[in-house]
């Protein structure tokens, strides 16, 4: 009758155990064989409770000549110690082997399950007591992980948040910046026009300078607002049969009235019998135009832009390549972050000079493009050599009939993964891309 009650408890110990253990169905098991490093951690949990029960019985049997008969304190230590390292089904487990252990070998009779009425009691009593002692133990556990947790998602949030108010301030000082010098130059002018009459080239001149700083800020106004839109996602893109040779010409179209006062070439090379590609005209148009203003922007005077166009491993292929500074290794990975443009270090072919940061914009061009590019299920990569200078490449899928072509894609900003549609909303200035 003893042994029956005994198995009884030890069962309903083991049962306890078991409940702790995830299941065993097929989707756990096949959960389980692509991550073997839980499976491991979750048998070092129950080997901890085989061990410390383990030390517990030997240091039991030791000392058991000179202590009476019965269940030892130290088997509630080793269950304390499993519930802590190895949480409740730790705990749970080390109960029941203590129990086994104490019921077969310490407990009269000895070596036999079969135990007197006084013994069970003994027996049932400390069961309890490891119950409650192994249950508190992984609570508080629990409660400390947790605290860790909370401790560690604040420091995470601080560093997030000083690294938000960081940009936030560059992004401030780069904004005032560029209104503050077009605003500037144009008040100066104005004033130097009201207060003397210029002769007619001279005041032709001055008119140039105001419209070249009015046309800077208005880039920069659409940039932010580019910014603005697809952040929140209320631009869409729609795709369809392009000519990629076509917006290649056009953007050249655009872009060499720039390129002509900066002294440079721009060039065009479009493969024969190019195919057409799935893209949204407009889209792809600015992109490439934002790519060609930066090329034309930041390559010394009398370099050379070329813009090229091909076929290659089933997708159509369109570079800009310049002649320009060129882009350091420090700067490439973060060459289409917003606001991004790159650290100054002092002069020289590793660095900056003074003139190269007097260069319009506030690092959104190349943010928007990829933005677009994107959105039409293709790529922007850039490769760059200091002082020889960069070849932005545009790989974007060749058109294929399907029956549900032409319908609205749906885009993520390079930086926010929050979902945002490109297209129609997007204000154009002549057809011109902002840089």
Not at 50 to 73: D, E, K, N, R
Not at 103 to 127: C, G, M
Not at 295 to 301: C, D, N, S
């Amino acid at each position: 009758m003893f042994s029956s009650v005994l198995f009884v408890i030890v069962a309903r110990a083991i049962s306890g155990v078991l409940l702790q253990l995830p299941a065993f169905d097929e989707g756990s098991l096949l959960m389980r064989s692509a991550n073997r490093s839980d499976i491991g951690a979750r048998v070092l949990r129950y080997m901890v409770a085989v061990w410390t029960v383990g030390l517990a019985f030997a240091a039991t049997l030791l000392i058991s000549p000179l202590v009476p008969p019965g269940v030892s304190p130290l088997f509630l230590l080793a269950v304390m110690i499993s519930a802590w390292r190895g949480g409740l089904g730790a705990g749970l487990l080390a109960t029941a082997l203590s129990a086994l252990a104490s019921a077969f070998v310490f407990l009269p009779p000895t070596y036999s399950l079969r135990i007197d009425r006084e013994s069970l009691l003994q027996l049932l009593v400390f069961t309890v007591a490891a119950v409650i002692i192994g249950t508190l133990s992984a609570a508080r556990r629990r409660a400390e992980d947790e605290r860790e947790a909370l401790l560690v998602r604040e420091q995470v949030a601080r560093v997030e948040a000083e690294r938000a108010n960081a940009v936030k301030d560059e992004f401030l000082a780069a904004v005032s910046h560029e209104l503050r010098t077009p605003l500037t130059t144009i008040k100066t002018l104005t004033r130097v026009m009201q207060r003397r009459e210029p002769g007619e080239a001279e005041r032709r001149e001055y008119l140039d300078d105001i419209a070249s700083e009015c046309d800077r800020q208005i880039d920069l106004v659409h940039n932010l607002l580019d910014l603005s839109r697809i952040k929140a996602g209320g631009v869409q893109i729609k795709t369809q049969r392009v000519d990629a040779g076509e917006v290649v010409r056009a953007c050249e179209k655009i872009e060499r009235a720039e390129a002509e006062e900066h002294g440079h070439r721009l060039l065009v090379e479009v493969a024969p019998d190019l195919p057409f590609i799935r893209a949204d005209h407009s889209a792809l148009r600015r992109a490439l135009c934002t790519v060609a203003e930066n090329a034309i922007k930041y390559t010394p005077h009398g370099g050379s832009i070329m813009l090229r166009a091909y076929s290659a491993g089933g997708d159509v292929v369109i570079e800009v390549e310049d002649t320009g500074r060129g882009i350091r290794a420090q700067d490439m990975p973060h060459i289409f972050d917003k606001f991004y443009r790159g650290q100054v270090t002092g002069n020289g072919a590793e660095g900056r000079s003074a003139d190269e940061q007097e260069v319009p914009g506030i690092g959104l061009g190349l943010h928007l493009a990829r933005a677009l590019v994107e959105g039409m299920n293709g790529s922007i990569v850039v490769c760059s050599r200091v002082g020889i200078g960069s070849t932005f490449t545009v790989r974007l899928p060749v058109w294929t009939e399907e029956p549900n072509s032409g319908k609205e894609a749906t885009a993520s900003s390079p930086v926010e993964t929050a979902p945002a549609n490109l297209a129609g909303g997007v204000p154009e200035q002549e057809g011109k891309a902002h840089g």
